[in-house]
């Protein structure tokens, strides 16, 4: 007997998404969070589409979304040499309101069916946990430190310490989603391979009530000051409270940094002061190789900068969930979670080096930064001059990865079927989109208005999307059942969507990524379904 199906370490927002997806999926799961509560320690600020489009799929987006940042508010990038002083860059993009607008207009799969959603990690944590905790299959305890592990052939005991004393846990499975210091990752002895420790910078959080209406240049999301400090001001979600990044000698430095990049003599309040520290780093390996996992933070470390960061993490959660909760009821293969590690270390390592040139554009325009750069003469205009060229085109980098952020595929998993071409160039700007196999799934808008993805259930198994086509697919199903797996037919007779898909039959998983496309069932459909359930 164990005390829990699945064990999970660390409710930052990784833990939490995966605890939500799983209690979701009936799976019972237990939380352990060492600290007591949520903290109001500000980290990541914006959810990007693709894990808006995973938050819908919980039923989430809607309430995420009323905490975060209102949909009206711009989210715009400034590059300055004072918020007072016109910006040497405005870069536009569209407030929620208006990004809504444009994919309800889009016909072509070019557009996410959720757009980003700018809300600070000490919002968005306490909505999952609350969330968690509702839950029937999920116990979330907070003020309780995971110690150490032993893994048995058919279960993985943890030793946890909480105010009641030590006790032990017994689960099936071990997710450690214990943050950057990971010490499951430790235990495991797995390194990280990459730069650590890149720039040191303090980042400070402030209230400041009038800041917000009162910056004249134009309300936004990031102000980058061009100076020698990287100083760096972001809008939190409720546009009273605001961080600020910036290279100074010790803590109290950032009361000042922040009334000199405000220029303003308003009245504000730092709540809290720290170091961070700039990595581009990946783990040697996602686990154990049988019963332990690692997902988020714990096996990569990017620059914030484009933030995927917590967005790669989501994506880890709901990889693993699906897979756990198939292996847990039974009829999924031991490939589901071997091909956990092969797809997502994949992702992780690209999403590292698009941090990395997202972070070296920044640099490079930084570089262009001269201390003449506020001089009323012609030098400082051309340095003036120079930063901005440079920082159209760098800075763009760090603000438009979509390619990065829906664009990803799976390449050689052993759960998606192989085609004979190479298939689409990775790329970190444009999203092309596309079903070959390994993507997630594009959104498309039926004829009726609905979307494809909102009419694929949150099922826990594959379902075939046919668009087109009358020839016989019950093989298909029967060897779904030969399996003991769940499976479903969706017939959406449209042919804009088919158009734009380009088969008239596209298998996808529970997490919406494309196991196979076809116009008619392969020779051997019991291959098919064998690849998709891992067998
Ligand atoms: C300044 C800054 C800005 C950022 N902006 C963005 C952004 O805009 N978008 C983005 O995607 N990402 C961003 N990030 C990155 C993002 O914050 C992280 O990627 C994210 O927090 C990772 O989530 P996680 O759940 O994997 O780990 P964490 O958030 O680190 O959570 C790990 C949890 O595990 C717990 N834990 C650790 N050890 C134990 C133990 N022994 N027992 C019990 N619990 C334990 C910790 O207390 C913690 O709560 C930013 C980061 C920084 C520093």
């Known amino acids: 007997m164990v005390d829990t199906q699945v064990l999970i370490v660390g409710a930052g927002p990784v833990g939490l998404t995966l605890a939500v997806d799983l209690g979701l999926r009936g799976v019972p799961c237990t939380l352990v969070e060492q600290k007591e509560s949520p903290q109001f320690l500000p980290k990541m600020e914006r959810c990007n589409a693709r894990t808006m489009e995973i938050f819908r799929r919980m039923g989430l987006a809607d ?9 009206h508010c711009p989210m715009d990038v400034f590059i300055v040499t004072s918020i007072l002083e016109p910006p040497l860059l405005h870069l536009s993009y569209p407030s929620v309101a208006e990004a809504k607008k444009e994919i309800a207009a889009a016909i072509d799969a070019s557009l996410p069916l959720e757009p980003y959603q700018l809300i600070s990690q000490y919002t968005l944590e306490p909505l999952l946990k609350s969330v968690a905790e509702k839950l029937p299959n999920v116990t979330v305890r907070f003020g309780t430190e995971f110690l150490e592990f032993v893994e048995n052939p058919d279960s993985v005991t943890a030793w946890v310490r909480s105010r009641d004393g030590t006790a032990e846990i017994s689960a099936r499975y071990l997710a450690g989603c214990d943050g950057g210091s990971s010490p499951i990752r430790k235990q495991l002895g797995i390194g990280l391979e990459g730069d650590g420790n890149i720039l040191e910078l303090r980042q400070a959080l402030y209230r400041c009530d009038d800041l917000y209406e009162r910056i004249p240049i134009g ?6 000051v061009a100076d020698a400090h990287h100083t760096f001001l972001i809008l939190q979600d409720s546009t009273r409270h605001f961080t600020l990044h910036a290279v100074v000698e010790q803590d109290s430095d950032m009361v000042a940094q922040f009334a000199k990049t405000i220029a303003m003599p308003l009245p504000f309040e730092m709540i809290n002061c720290g170091m961070w520290r700039q990595n581009l780093l990946i783990a040697e390996r996602y686990g154990s190789g049988s019963r332990v996992f690692l997902a988020g933070d714990a096996v990569h470390l990017v620059i914030p900068t484009g933030g995927l960061g ?27 979670l071997r091909s956990y590690e092969i797809e997502r270390r994949q992702v992780g390592e690209r999403n590292v080096a698009a941090a990395r040139f997202a972070s070296t554009g920044r640099r490079q325009w930084r570089s262009m930064w001269r201390p003449n750069i506020r001089d009323d003469t012609p030098e400082g205009a051309e340095t003036r001059a120079n930063l901005a060229r440079v920082a159209d085109l760098e800075q763009r980098k760090s603000n438009e990865m979509v390619g990065a952020e829906l664009g990803y595929r799976y390449v050689g998993s052993p759960l998606i079927a192989a085609e004979a071409d190479a298939g689409p160039e990775h790329n970190f700007i444009d999203y092309v989109p596309s079903t070959y196999p390994g993507v997630r799934l594009p959104h498309v808008w039926l004829e009726d208005g609905t979307a494809v993805q909102d009419r694929i259930g949150y099922g826990p198994g594959c379902t075939l999307l046919r668009f087109a086509g009358n020839g016989d697919i019950a093989a298909l199903g029967r060897a779904f059942a030969d399996y003991g797996a769940p499976y479903g037919v969706l017939d959406l007779r449209d042919h804009r969507a088919r158009d734009i898909y380009g088969y008239d039959l596209v298998l996808v998983r529970p997490d919406l990524h494309v196991v196979w496309r076809g116009n008619a069932l392969p020779a051997d459909p019991a291959r098919l379904a064998a690849l998709a359930t891992g067998h």
């Open 63 to 71: 309430r995420i979304r009323a905490a975060g940042l209102p949909a």
């Open 310 to 336: 917590m967005n790669t993490g989501c994506g880890d959660a709901i990889d693993l969930s699906w897979k756990l909760a198939a292996t847990l009821a039974g009829w999924g293969g031991p490939n589901l």
């Open 219 to 224: 309300k936004g999301r990031h102000y980058h």
